[in-house]
């Protein structure tokens, strides 16, 4: 940073020795060495907060360069899911389609009579386990 050298060094020496004088020299080279020290680590704490920033701008870009490719990969799918629909529908005539389900209609029946239907079939359970054990034993 600074291009000081070794006769820089020594003049700076001389010249402080004069103007301090022996006796006081050192405890003002223990307060100059204080602030230097002082001086570096503040230097370096605002060095490692730059250095966090940048790192977190980076985790940032590399956040949204994943979003971007996530909405692209939505889309795809999306747009595979129609191309699939609309080739079923082309392909597959309505009636054929889920043929093999049993549909089913809502009537209006009662709630008691919905009990009576299911608990008609209960009995009716209950006499052919009962007759099946009656024959095997």
Known sequence: MFDVGFWEILFILVLALVIIGPERLPGAARKAGFFVGKARRYIEGVRSEV???????????????????????????????????SALKKDMPSSDFLSDVPSHTFDDESD???????DTELADEKKISSTADEEKS
């Open 112 to 118: 008691d009579e919905q009990k009576e239907s299911v």
């Open 51 to 85: 250095e966090q920033e940048l790192d977190v701008n980076e985790f940032k870009r590399m956040l949204h360069n994943q979003e971007v490719q996530i909405n692209e990969l939505q889309q795809q799918l999306k747009s595979g899911v129609d191309d699939v629909g």
